[in-house]
């Protein structure tokens, strides 16, 4: 089955304590990114990579890093961790940049 | 940044009734991407249309681009409870990453 798939599912944690969110795909797509989901703001891109060793930043990319070391996973970084990254977190991949995109099941991060 | 803007922000129709939501941009767009995310849920790709003045149907749903490639808009005829849910627009901005809509909200009364 062609899906997306993201661990955790669900993270209380503390300020300071790094964390990895893992995001991989099946359908060796190119293309893979990472959003941010908040009440108000809608979706808003953390970073993208259109292919293996290549990332760039979108429109929210502060306190966040990520690496595409494999072409099925793109796993997001948060080095240390601020309440203001509570947030709902989507993983998504399309075959390429222009491609409609397929998103992961999400991940809700709570940071106290 | 570049923003889509889209409308309304939410939106309750009784069953049977039909719904349009709308997206507009203040720069021409490369393509337009539409999305449903059920209460819950993740985003689920609908559409993606590509030319000026472009119209695509899935059943009940229309989608249309514009003309200027600056705005489009999905339709619900005759709506169903199943179709609650967000529904988000996402453009792109010449070739910049994709931008999302804030979405509307759609509450289907039976």
């Known amino acids: 089955e062609a899906q997306v798939t993201q661990n955790p599912r669900y993270l209380i944690t503390v300020t300071g304590k790094k964390l990895t969110v893992t995001c991989s795909q099946n359908?060796?797509?190119?293309?893979m990114s990472w959003y941010r989901q908040d009440p108000g703001l809608g979706l808003r891109q953390i970073y993208y990579?259109?292919?293996?060793?290549?990332?760039d930043k979108g429109d929210v990319p502060e306190g966040y890093k990520v690496s595409r070391k494999e072409k099925r996973n793109f796993p997001l970084i948060l080095e240390s961790p601020s309440p203001n990254q509570t947030s709902l977190y989507f993983c998504?991949?399309?075959?390429?940049?222009?491609?409609?995109?397929?998103f992961g099941p999400g991940t809700r991060l709570t940071v106290t | 940044g570049q923003q889509v803007m889209q409308i309304p922000q939410y939106q309750h129709v009784q069953e049977g009734e039909d719904f349009t939501t709308y997206c507009n941009s203040s720069?021409?767009?490369?393509?337009i991407q539409w999305y449903k995310q059920r209460p819950g849920g993740h985003p689920v790709f609908l559409i993606q249309?590509?030319?000026?003045?472009e119209v695509k149907k899935q059943k009940r749903l229309t989608f249309q681009f514009g003309e200027a490639k600056k705005n489009s808009s999905l339709h619900i005829t005759a709506t169903q409870t199943t179709d609650v849910g967000t529904y988000f627009c996402?453009?792109?901005?010449?070739?910049?990453?994709?931008?999302f809509g804030k979405g509307t909200r759609l509450s289907v009364i039976a």
């Open positions: 998504a991949s399309s075959q390429d940049r222009p491609g409609g995109q397929y």
């Open positions: 359908m060796n797509h190119e293309y």
């Open positions: 990579s259109m292919n293996v060793e290549v990332t």
């Open positions: 720069t021409t767009l490369s393509n």
């Open positions: 249309l590509v030319k000026s003045g």
């Open positions: 996402a453009g792109r901005p010449g070739n910049t990453p994709l931008v």
